[in-house]
């Protein structure tokens, strides 16, 4: 069955880092374009990031220069490196899977929340 | 960066026909993908490639793509297909992907 786990979200305090990890099933995450979609509560969905098969990656205007997206192609482990986490990426952050650019996301992860508060 | 606008809410009494549009410059130059969610879970695939529905999704879900908007059109609209609805496309100009705001469907 292809599926995949999020874990290692919580809150944290503004100005901090969090990594989350997104273990995959049934399918390889270095075959595929693996990317971290967010939903801050009560508002729409936001793609935050991929990371292509080849290692290349890609970020929203938000996150970049903070988020780092990577793989770990022996554990078929996706991660977000969050640093300088700010109120607004407060969030349920999910991480999805696309073959392809451009084919759509399916599967996603069930989600982790990430709260950023003092 | 390439926007995709929808309407923030549909009402439809069941039976009936629910269609939701999707707004974007030449979208219909792009493929167009549609999510389901439902309150608490993730979102789920109901239409992809414009029109094509993955395995498991009721005929009942249909899609359309033209000039700038594109449609996804929801047949005998049953109280479970109350939820929210994102269409999604990739901008090959910036590799970045783009969900559309979000419509609540809302079953009298």
């Known amino acids: 069955e292809v599926q995949l786990v999020e874990s290692g979200g919580g809150l944290i305090q503004p100005g901090g880092s969090l990594r989350l990890s997104c273990a995959a099933s049934?399918?390889?995450?270095?075959?595929?374009?693996m990317s971290w979609v967010r939903q801050a509560p009560g508002k729409g969905l936001e793609w935050v990031s991929v990371?292509?098969?080849?290692?290349?990656?890609y970020y929203a205007d938000p996150v970049k220069g903070r988020f780092t997206i990577s793989t770990d192609n022996s554990k078929n482990t996706l991660f977000l490196q969050m640093n300088s986490l700010r109120a607004e990426d407060t969030a349920v952050y999910y991480c999805?899977?696309?073959?392809?650019?451009?084919?759509?996301?399916?599967?996603w992860g069930q989600g982790t929340l990430v709260t950023v508060s003092s | 960066s390439y926007v995709l606008t929808q309407p923030p809410s549909v009402s439809v009494a069941p039976g009936k026909t629910a269609r939701i549009t999707c707004g974007g410059d030449?979208?219909?130059?792009?493929?167009v993908h549609w999510y389901q969610q439902k309150p608490g879970q993730a979102p789920v695939l109901v239409i992809s490639?414009?029109?094509d529905r993955p395995s498991g999704i009721p005929e009942r879900f249909s899609g359309s793509n033209s000039g700038n908007t594109a449609t996804l059109t929801i047949s005998r609209v049953e109280a479970g297909d109350e939820a929210d609805y994102y269409c999604?496309?990739?901008?090959?100009?910036?590799?970045?992907?783009?969900f559309g705001t979000g419509t609540k469907v809302t079953v009298l």
């Open positions: 999805a899977r696309a073959p392809l650019e451009g084919l759509p996301f399916d599967p």
């Open positions: 049934g399918f390889s995450v270095s075959s595929n374009y």
């Open positions: 990371i292509y098969r080849g290692g290349t990656t």
């Open positions: 030449n979208i219909g130059s792009k493929s």
């Open positions: 490639y414009d029109s």
């Open positions: 999604q496309v990739w901008d090959s100009s910036s590799d970045h992907y783009v």
